[in-house]
């Protein structure tokens, strides 16, 4: 299995406040990925990093910011959580040197609950 | 606008059978084509990778196919088990890190 580990796993919080969600990997992999997993939308994009302090936009990325500043860690931070960003939350990695994303390794997710 | 669709939803079958999950993606531009298994409450496991320029891939039980032209793959197992019981999804890659995935079949295999 590939060394991703995502945590917390589970938050319940309410609506207003701060979260931040954390993913740090063993493998070295230059590119990391924050997705959000919803029934009947799948797996969307948030942000991605592809170097330390490099990050771009996905496809669902308002209300949301990203942080790298180790090779290993990746942070998903909500800066005031809303209903809507209630989801499961998958890291991922990949060892894509540029271009089109490799085989990506999912992390085992972190579930949140915004009241 | 990259749309990836699995069809079916949901899939029975009894142990033993050999079985066929199918993926079609709208644009034909694409990278690589990847396969995974979700379990419940679980992270996604990678099954298979296939390049653009391959036409399959081979892993155990499982064998996966791309057709770029028509916008197809299909992933084969072979002799299921009611181990093999899960959603699988499949993601399709173009270009800029983008990645559209399936909303991805649920397979349970009954002993």
């Known amino acids: 299995d590939a060394g991703i580990t995502q945590s917390p796993r589970h938050k319940v919080t309410e609506t207003g406040t701060p979260v931040t969600l954390r993913c740090h990997q063993t493998?070295?992999?230059?590119?990391m990925y924050w997705y959000r997993q919803d029934p009947g939308h799948g797996l969307r994009l948030i942000h991605y990093?592809?170097?330390?302090?490099?990050?771009d936009k996905g496809e669902v990325s308002d209300g949301y910011s990203v942080s790298r500043s180790k090779t290993e860690d990746f942070l998903l931070t909500l800066e005031s959580a809303t209903s809507s960003q209630t989801s499961v939350y998958f890291c991922?990695?990949?060892?894509?040197?540029?271009?089109?994303?490799?085989?990506?390794?999912f992390g085992e997710g972190s579930r949140l609950t915004v009241l | 606008k990259q749309e990836v669709t699995q069809i079916p939803a949901a899939l029975s079958v009894p142990e033993g059978e050999n079985l066929v999950l199918n993926c079609s993606f709208t644009?034909?531009?694409?990278?690589?084509l990847q396969w995974f298994r979700q379990d419940p409450g679980k992270g996604l496991t990678s099954l298979l990778l296939?390049?653009?320029?391959?036409r399959e891939q081979t892993s155990g039980r499982l064998n996966a196919s791309l057709d770029k032209s028509s916008g197809r793959s299909t992933l084969y197992i072979a002799a299921s088990q009611p181990g093999d019981s899960a959603t699988y999804l499949c993601?399709?890659?173009?270009?800029?890190?983008?990645?559209?995935f399936g909303t991805g079949t649920k397979l349970q295999v009954i002993p």
């Open positions: 991922a990695i990949s060892a894509s040197s540029g271009g089109a994303a490799g085989e990506l390794f």
């Open positions: 493998e070295n992999h230059r590119y």
């Open positions: 990093s592809y170097g330390v302090k490099d990050t």
């Open positions: 644009d034909s531009a694409i990278y690589n």
């Open positions: 296939i390049q653009s320029s391959q």
């Open positions: 993601a399709v890659s173009g270009g800029y890190q983008k990645v559209t």
